[in-house]
């Protein structure tokens, strides 16, 4: 009866540094979307204007550029809901309640039997929610490639959203649906952050095909019956201690042509069709430009008047981290860090809890002590002998998660497993579940003990991860029923063994 109750409790166990790495991965996704969102936003912007330009020769590509935008905001916002369908169904909550509860919040993160239902529904029926995002997804990836023409699909071949073509197996070996294999018993955090990774493939999806419509706009396209000039500037806004730059250029001019530009009275000289501006930004405040473009032409020099404005800020410091947005004790966290507008030469950077090694330009490895004990970041420029912090970012620190010990696929708790297939297995395993960074970990002991028709054998103990001779006999006399026990299993980690989980054993 005892044994009973222990593998009730680790079977509704669920680590809280799990779930904390399924929250953090979400928390990623979802500023990786944002980021996504943007650079499509940037993408469309000069699709504009290149039909500006020429509305007559890109008005087809254009028309389809705005139905994929149009197309991913309808898919992309589905997905979004679903999200919150998914909360209050399992919070059992309002839906506006719902779109503002934070999913660190959710009062079971470990849920599992409501995702399910909400997903999956009845099997037979298949009138599970995702059965109906299956088929937006195949839908959305169609009419992705029918935007293209034959030879441009062999370009963009769209592979994070080919589901349809993909095999899907079970833990057994078993081949199951797209549906089963990802929302079958999986807690609401991972549904989460999986539908924030089905977002960004779909943002994904959106910039490899809008981008190749927007290649396909060749040169040719483009005559000097609508030249007008045109300034696309790098960035709008500028730090001090930069450049400012911007292409200046006529939509379509012939690249062999000389074309020459007047900036605020000095003289510039183009390349295949453009003018490279670039002007040191050495004071704060908005910039304004004017010019002319002198264009040579079969009856003689036309020219094309422009101006534009520009903003110089002050230099800001930007530190982020390149795997997640906390440090572990006894691994290399790799950290970008750079003070704006400053070199990386004159930069300086500190951490307040561990140790900060350069490695590469703004690139650093943060080795940290103290978990529980945030570590900030700091960013300095070195100028005249002095420095001056341009900005800084904390971090919470935290001891590596618990790796699962595994023996021939299985991990821990209560598992059925055949005595032949364990006597052969060799010993145990280690890994890391949902972990970012790649740890070198190795089993440093444990202890087995068998229950024969009731009777308990020894304990017996293994000094590495390999099962001994006598474990092994143990094992081949097993019969139906019978279960083993495998405990006190530890693992060396970087600060040190650590204890994981027990396994029990049923042998079929």
């Not at 003070?339 to 951490?351: K, L």
């Not at 972990?435 to 028709?453: D, G, H, T, Y």
């Not at 308990?456 to 006999?473: E, V, Y």
């Amino acid at each position: 009866m005892m044994y009973l109750v222990y593998t009730a409790l680790l079977a509704l166990n669920v680590s809280v540094a799990v779930l904390d790495s399924f929250l953090t991965v979400n928390d990623a996704l979802e500023s990786t979307n944002n980021n996504y969102l943007q650079k499509n936003g940037d993408l469309y912007q000069r699709f504009l204007a290149a039909y500006t330009a020429n509305e007559a020769k890109v008005a087809d590509h254009w028309k389809r550029a705005q139905n994929i935008k149009e197309k991913t905001e309808e898919l992309y916002t589905y997905v979004q809901n679903l999200k919150y369908d998914l909360i209050a169904f399992t919070e059992q909550i309002p839906l506006e309640e719902a779109k503002e509860l934070n999913p660190r919040n959710i009062s079971r993160q470990d849920n599992y039997d409501d995702p399910t239902r909400f997903f999956l529904g009845d099997e037979l029926a298949k009138d599970g929610r995702a059965y109906e995002l299956h088929e937006k997804l195949h839908e959305y990836r169609e009419f992705l490639l029918g935007q293209l023409d034959e030879e441009e699909r062999e370009k963009v071949p769209l592979r994070s959203l080919h589901i349809n073509g993909t095999k899907y197996y079970d833990a057994s070996g078993h081949e199951v649906s797209w549906e089963v294999y990802h929302f079958s018993h999986t807690i609401i955090v991972a549904d989460l952050a999986l539908l924030n990774k089905i977002q960004n493939n779909i943002l994904n999806a959106e910039n490899d095909v809008v981008s190749q419509l927007y290649a396909s706009i060749s040169d040719d396209d483009f005559k000097f019956d609508s030249v007008a000039a045109r300034v696309v500037p790098i960035a709008n806004s500028v730090l001090t201690g930069s450049n400012f730059e911007a292409d200046i250029f006529v939509a379509a001019f012939d690249s062999k042509s000389k074309i020459r530009a007047t900036i605020d009275g000095k003289e510039y000289e183009g390349e295949a069709g453009c003018i490279k501006y670039k002007m040191p930004a050495t004071s704060v405040g908005t910039k304004k430009v004017n010019g002319t473009i002198h264009v040579p032409g079969s009856f003689g020099v036309k020219s094309y008047p422009f101006q534009f404005e520009y903003d110089v800020r002050q230099s800001t410091a930007t530190v982020s981290p390149d795997a997640m947005n906390v440090f572990y004790v006894g691994v290399d966290n790799p950290v970008s860090a750079l003070a704006g507008g400053i070199t990386d030469a004159n930069t300086r950077v500190t951490i307040d809890n561990g140790t900060i090694t350069k490695v590469g330009p703004s690139a650093y490895i943060v080795r940290v002590t103290q978990p529980g004990v945030d570590a900030t970041v700091n960013v300095y420029a070195m100028e005249n002998g002095k420095q001056t912090l341009m900005g800084s970012k904390s971090f919470r620190v935290k001891r590596v998660p618990d790796p699962v010990a595994r023996i021939n696929g299985q991990d821990e708790g209560v598992k059925r497993i055949d005595k032949n297939t364990l006597a052969n297995a060799g010993g145990l395993l280690v890994s890391m579940k949902d972990f970012e960074f790649q740890l070198s970990l190795k089993i440093a002991s444990f202890n087995v003990q068998v229950s024969r028709k009731g009777e308990l054998s020894a304990m017996m103990p293994s000094d590495g991860n390999k099962f001994s001779k006598n474990m092994i006999d143990n094992f081949k006399r097993c019969q139906l029923g019978d279960k083993v026990f495998i405990t006190d299993i530890t693992a060396q980690m970087p600060e040190g063994n650590r204890m994981l989980g027990d396994m029990i054993l049923t042998i079929k």
